[in-house]
């Protein structure tokens, strides 16, 4: 069978998330979107641990995973996939010597290395990589040039490409020959926009939970879904006070130092993908860009947000009639969805065909688009 999973997420524990990120909510927000299968969120904080208990079994028939995200010593993160918060609590428990806030950060900082991290991991059965590897802040490639200068001799079993990249950045690294892309939304919020916005459609024999870590093994992966990367906030080279763009020699040329504000230039994750690409690009399942559905939306309707009570409704209606927001954005036929909106349904074939126009974001500031 095929499931639409969104393996990264946070928790009401982490920094910068929303009080709404809670278990029940996640469930329904999954729900809505057509997400099948999700990850917990900050799995080593036990209070979180405890919340999802009643919620593990579902009504909604979606697969809990638990999962969490740390930094290391060197900023770099890392996303876990175990099969029993068991095994989390016991992963707590190893690395409370390096880390004090274990009990009460989402996302905890070890002071531990890439490789030190894994090992453990790997020695209760998880599951590790890094996570949004190329993203120019706290990430693999943002500290190393090589996975194997972070892991050492520990194996990855997946990479998370970030909302900045698709499947094509990596396409060319050497030691990602074999390791499987994943995509996930790294989700601060339930909303129906940011839940679910990236995820990994994967072919699963089972649907319970080590059938889900099997097939990220095995890299059962059919297809990648996410942001156009030129969206990302650090897709291009740019100023990251002005947010002017830069060509990699430009930026070379003026020492990373913008010449209209003096800010800092901050290499973006296409010119560092092409930086790390040394072999032909290996052959990966489909690259799906999408726009959430809120958004196409709220560009329609001429409103300045998705959560506009105009948005909301039409977005409402959709459900309504397409039960979930990943049919809509990537199956129905215009004329089924003409039914509900026409400018609307307009707009999600254009997206679909990439007919809309880019405008690249870099230096910290997201880019957009026009349909």
Not at 305 to 321: G, Q, V
Request: charged content about 20%; overall charge negative.
């Amino acid at each position: 069978m095929q499931c639409n999973a969104d393996l990264h997420l946070h928790s009401c524990f982490s920094m910068a998330t929303s009080p709404e990120m809670l278990p029940d909510k996640i469930l329904a927000g999954c729900r809505t979107k057509g997400i099948r299968v999700v990850g917990t969120g900050d799995a080593l904080h036990p209070v979180w641990r405890e919340m999802w208990g009643p919620f593990v079994e579902n009504e909604q028939g979606i697969t809990v995973v638990p999962q969490t995200e740390v930094e290391d010593s060197s900023r770099v993160h890392h996303l876990i996939l175990m099969e029993t918060f068991d095994q989390f609590a016991e992963l707590q428990q190893r690395f409370a010597p390096s880390c004090g806030h274990l009990t009460t950060a989402g996302r905890p900082h070890l002071h531990l290395t890439g490789e030190e991290i894994a090992r453990e991991v790997h020695d209760l059965g998880g599951l590790i990589g890094p996570a949004h590897a190329f993203t120019p802040w706290t990430s693999l490639f943002a500290a190393f040039d090589r996975p194997s200068d972070c892991y050492g001799e520990e194996s990855i079993e997946f990479c998370e490409l970030g909302l900045s990249a698709d499947s094509s950045y990596g396409a060319g690294i050497e030691e990602f020959a074999g390791v499987p892309f994943l995509s996930n939304s790294d989700a601060h919020s339930a909303a129906p926009e940011k839940l679910g916005r990236e995820f990994t459609r994967m072919d699963l024999a089972s649907l319970s939970v080590r059938g889900i870590l099997e097939a990220v093994k095995k890299g059962s992966v059919v297809l990648n879904a996410g942001f156009f990367p030129e969206e990302g906030k650090y897709n291009r080279t740019a100023c990251t006070r002005c947010y002017a763009q830069f060509s990699l020699a430009e930026a070379e040329h003026f020492h990373w130092k913008c010449p209209h504000d003096k800010g800092r230039i901050k290499l973006g994750v296409k010119e560092r993908a092409e930086q790390l690409s040394s072999i032909p690009p290996t052959d990966r399942p489909p690259y799906l860009k999408m726009i959430p559905l809120g958004e196409v939306i709220a560009r329609v309707l001429g409103v300045s947000s998705p959560n506009t009570k105009k948005a909301r409704a039409l977005y409402s209606a959709f459900i309504e009639a397409f039960d979930n927001e990943i049919s809509i954005l990537l199956e129905m036929p215009y004329a089924e969805l003409a039914e509900v909106s026409a400018p609307a349904a307009r707009a999600v074939i254009s997206m679909r065909e990439g007919r809309l126009t880019l405008i690249p974001g870099g230096g910290g500031k997201y880019g957009s688009f026009t349909l």
